[in-house]
């Protein structure tokens, strides 16, 4: 196996609505064929406009009551709920289920990393976010890489945050071991390696959180991998989602 590198792209100024955010990475680093690509979802929704003014939010009833709840201002809950396609829990925290499949608390909508009175929303279609930019850089350079988009994310049954990819192209989600044998000869049935979400992690301890400034990472020297991109449970597989809907529909009816 060859060595990987992982490489911050540093030095790009504070993305802006309407920036053209390939054309500054491959203006920043050379890229080569085979890269992985991997962007904060904060700079990608910046670049292409997935934020809201809070000042032009009307809440309603429903966010009114879940920002007393949470103790959350009621236009941010707002954002939150037009984000959201199912409502899965509604304290201490909501945890809403997107469009795309992704589920993540308060839909994934940040005011952290942006100018006062706004917020960012995760881009509506990440897996097409993706597919974009990794277009617009083979066009750019002539150079095949593949994307990652990231999230951060809290993960059940552990403290703290990691890096989660919630939106991919140029490789499949899961590298699917079954049917393979291990070390003593036996079949493997049920391991699937979530990688890209693997190397959404380490990208994210790269990029760093609060104020470091490097949204972008280049991971190089990955190999390629086979297997599906069937990455979210369904709602029948999810045990969690099905509890924790369980839970909250016990706690209206009391």
């Not at 279609?125 to 066009?139: F, K, N, T």
Request: with cysteine; glycine share 10%; aromatic share 4%.
């Amino acid at each position: 196996m060859q060595p990987i590198t992982v490489l911050p792209v540093e030095g790009l100024p504070l993305i802006r609505i309407g920036d053209d955010l390939e054309k500054m990475i491959t203006d920043t680093i050379p890229l080569q064929d085979g890269d992985i690509l991997v962007i904060a979802s904060t700079v990608l929704s910046k670049a292409r406009g997935y934020t809201r003014d809070l000042a032009t939010i009307q809440p309603g009833a429903q966010a009114r009551r879940l920002a007393a709840l949470n103790g959350e201002e009621p236009r941010f809950v707002q954002a939150v709920l037009d984000a959201t396609e199912d409502l899965i829990l509604e304290e201490p925290f909501i945890l809403s289920a997107l469009a795309c499949g992704h589920i993540g608390v308060r839909a994934g909508v940040d005011h952290s990393n942006i100018e006062d009175g706004k917020v960012i929303l995760l881009p509506s279609d990440p897996m097409g976010a993706a597919r974009e930019v990794q277009e617009r850089i083979q066009a750019l350079t002539g150079r095949t890489i593949r994307v990652i988009i990231t999230d951060t994310c809290g993960r059940s049954f552990r403290r703290g945050q990691t890096g989660h990819a919630i939106g991919w192209s140029g490789m499949t989600a899961i590298r699917d071991f079954r049917g393979d044998t291990d070390l003593f000869g036996h079949e493997l049935e049920i391991t699937e390696e979530a990688v890209i979400d693997e190397i959404a992690g380490f990208a994210n301890f790269v990029m760093g959180e609060s104020n470091n400034g490097v949204p972008v990472v280049v991971v190089r020297g990955c190999e390629t991998w086979s297997g599906h991109d069937n990455l979210y449970f369904n709602q029948h597989e999810d045990l969690t989602r099905r509890a924790l809907t369980n839970q909250a529909a016990v706690q209206r009816m009391e």
